[in-house]
């Protein structure tokens, strides 16, 4: 058993598996009304319209993640804006603003004599790299997801099953569809130094998409896509150390493999859920 532990015992590989596993958690509260919702080409966008305020952090020698959160508010109020322009669908609203944003942050380190910034960790990430303050911001952006999860659990609910019952609720569908989108953006932002900007779809999407035939509420898709996500952070550290991958996308990609192993087992589950309350059963186990 010891190729189980041994990785485990090195500290940098105990705080890429503690990061992996608050970023899990985050990307579980998030990405559940992601997938609900359908919002997956949203969270793209928002995960690559990351790179301007990346970019001009490095640029500066100022926090990396300090310039994350600038692009992502100004992509959260760009969306909200465009959402309400009733001449303009939303997929082209963030279609554009996902060029037009992602074109900015190539122009602005194309611009750089030195390419200070590095496009490699930013679109892969370095979970091998969390520091403990990483770890400590991450349980800050838990404990904030956390809580905006739980107040606005009644209005998100409302909004990703009908929208128009949600205004007649007196649950105001705008500003809860621009909190929705904070939280994206916060879970996004808190995972694209662990797994980058290409990689954070695994953990937003894969995990609660992995849950959704299985649990039957949506506090149990959170709480199932938490698990699933912790265990492809788990297995992807393990499977990267034993066979020399790189440990975001080896994480990323255990993650939509759970997705397609939990989706067939459903299928299995279903299949034969349906056989068992055919009218034709009984006769069959009978002969």
Request: aromatic share 6%; with cysteine.
């Amino acid at each position: 058993m010891e190729w189980l532990t041994v990785p485990f015992e090195v500290t940098f590989v105990q705080r890429a598996l503690w990061g992996g596993m608050l970023v899990s958690a985050i990307c579980a509260l998030a990405g559940t009304w992601v997938v609900l919702r359908g919002m997956a080409f949203l969270g793209d966008a928002m995960s690559h319209g990351l790179l301007p305020g990346v970019a001009v952090a490095a640029l500066l020698g100022g926090n990396l993640m300090a310039g994350a959160v600038v692009s992502a508010a100004v992509m959260t109020a760009g969306v909200t804006a465009l959402g309400r322009t009733p001449k303009l669908s939303q997929d082209t609203g963030i279609g554009l603003l996902f060029v037009g944003m992602l074109s900015l942050g190539v122009i602005i380190v194309s611009r750089s004599q030195s390419f200070a910034v590095d496009l490699t960790g930013f679109l892969f990430g370095d979970v091998l790299a969390v520091r403990q303050q990483d770890l400590l911001v991450l349980a800050a952006a838990l404990l904030a997801a956390l809580a905006v999860s739980v107040l606005g659990h009644r209005a998100f609910l409302a909004l990703a099953f009908d929208a128009r019952k949600a205004h007649t609720l007196g649950l105001r569908p705008r500003p809860a569809h621009a909190v929705l989108l904070g939280l994206l953006g916060l879970a996004i932002v808190a995972s694209f130094h662990i797994v980058g900007t290409l990689l954070v779809l695994g953990l937003l999407i894969a995990p609660p998409a992995a849950a959704l035939p299985w649990a039957r509420s949506v506090r149990g898709v959170m709480a199932l896509a938490a698990l699933t996500g912790s265990a492809a952070t788990f297995g992807g550290l393990l499977l990267s150390w034993h066979l020399s991958t790189a440990a975001g996308a080896t994480i990323a990609a255990l993650a939509v493999s759970l997705f397609f192993l939990s989706h067939v087992l459903s299928g299995l589950r279903d299949r034969r859920t349906r056989r068992v309350h055919s009218p034709a059963a009984p006769l069959l186990e009978a002969n």
